[in-house]
């Protein structure tokens, strides 16, 4: 395998990150060498991984592969999609109005809030008596 056939987009969300490569092919995704439906069981994951494709109408002409890591599996699929759809860009650039649209380009800049001292967690604090 030569990596000039392959496009490569990264994707990020919450700590998740995905390395995405796509190449025209049969429609294949694996990630982390292990096929979608195996890797995410839970059928909103896997359609966060497909929108990218869906939305540029290549579903079943090319194939991805993906190595996520970090995170739960809600992040990974987000970096995924995130992943996929910067992929795609630079494969064919006339895809971009389309995936900006619905917005798939766009990074989610949610994080988790740090612990603070003295106290359980980001916001919680011990209970408070007045008297």
Do not use: H
């Amino acid at each position: 395998m030569s990596d000039d056939k392959y496009t490569w987009g990264t994707g990020r969300r919450k700590n998740a990150l995905a390395r995405v490569r796509i190449c025209l092919g049969t429609g294949e995704i694996k990630i982390n060498n292990r096929a979608v439906e195996e890797y995410f069981p839970r059928l909103i994951w896997q359609s966060q991984v497909y929108q990218s494709l869906k939305t540029a109408g290549v579903e079943g002409r090319v194939d991805v592969f993906v190595n996520a890591s970090g995170g739960g599996l809600t992040g990974q699929a987000g970096a995924v999609k995130l992943g996929i759809a910067r992929a795609l860009i630079k494969m064919n650039p006339d895809l971009r109005p389309a995936l900006k649209k619905e917005g798939l380009l766009t990074r989610d800049p949610r994080m988790v809030e740090r612990k603070k001292f003295g106290q359980k967690g980001a916001r919680g604090k011990r209970q408070f008596s007045k008297r």
